[in-house]
């Protein structure tokens, strides 16, 4: 049975590495449940920067590219929200998995039923990328803070 204690449940994320100030960063278990406490998690962060306005869009981008760690990859996922001090005016989110392998951007065709996911991304954010890791990949994407 699931604790419930309005936050995640404590047996879905791996460890919570940091929640202070202008970076939170939280590793999942490579498992289904990562999509859903993944969404929980940036909405529950962004309420504490008083980010509300971006909780949708955040959760729905970062749900996306943890479904894709979860697809392709084996190991535990990390997902990190950033407010970095030499970018005013934004928000980073981040998912890191241990594939090394960039994602790559396909062309669905109407009747697929998965393939958008980084197209939704590349059309919702300011800009996005990848970066190799010491062992795997991160794919970013910034948003602009409101005001």
């Not at 309005?6 to 939170?24: L, S, Y």
């Not at 990859?73 to 001090?85: D, E, M, N, Q, Y």
């Amino acid at each position: 049975m699931k604790p419930d204690m309005g936050g995640p449940p404590a047996w879905e994320v791996i460890g919570v590495i940091d929640t202070e100030g202008d970076c939170a960063e939280w590793t999942f278990a490579a498992e289904p449940g990562a999509v859903r406490t993944a969404r929980q998690v940036v909405r529950g962060q962004l309420r504490c920067w008083d980010l509300d306005s971006l909780s949708d869009l955040a959760a729905l981008l970062v749900s996306e590219l943890v479904t894709n760690a979860l697809r392709h990859a084996t190991g535990p996922i990390g997902v990190r929200l950033l407010r970095p001090s030499g970018l005013d005016g934004v928000l980073r989110c981040e998912v890191s998995d241990p594939l090394p392998d960039p994602p790559r951007e396909r062309a669905a065709r109407l009747d697929d039923e998965s393939g958008r996911g980084l197209q939704l991304v590349a059309s919702s954010c300011r800009r996005w990328g990848t970066r190799p890791g010491v062992a795997g990949k991160t794919v970013w994407f910034e948003l602009a803070l409101p005001g």
